[in-house]
């Protein structure tokens, strides 16, 4: 693997990680209980037992944020990354 894709893979990761990150804190909240824990989040709602799976369908979307996020931060990041190797 050269520079140039070794490049573009890490800001493609630092990018979905910091939007991961940013999608977390962006979910949304449950009725009566505030924001699901990040473990419920990111077994979108397999860890809910007994009556916390009336929580199972905000667990859902809340991984949908994150992932939503990571993706977003991922294009960023290589966006940024070629726009930067672009302007040398």
């Known amino acids: 693997m050269d520079?140039?894709?070794?490049?573009?893979?890490?800001s493609g990761l630092g990018g979905f990680l910091l939007g991961a990150g940013v999608g977390y804190l962006c979910r949304p909240p449950a009725f009566l209980a505030g924001r699901l824990?990040?473990?419920h989040v990111i077994?979108?709602?397999?860890?809910?037992?007994?009556?916390?799976?009336?929580?199972?369908?905000v667990a859902q979307r809340s991984f949908d944020h994150l992932l939503v996020g990571g993706l977003i931060?991922?294009?960023a990041g290589i966006?940024?990354?070629f726009l930067?190797?672009?302007g040398r």
């Open 3 to 10: 520079g140039r894709n070794r490049t573009f893979l890490l």
């Open 37 to 39: 824990p990040f473990r």
């Open 43 to 57: 077994t979108r709602g397999a860890s809910l037992k007994g009556f916390e799976q009336i929580y199972l369908e």
């Open 73 to 75: 931060g991922a294009a």
């Open 79 to 81: 966006a940024a990354a």
């Open 84 to 86: 930067l190797r672009k």
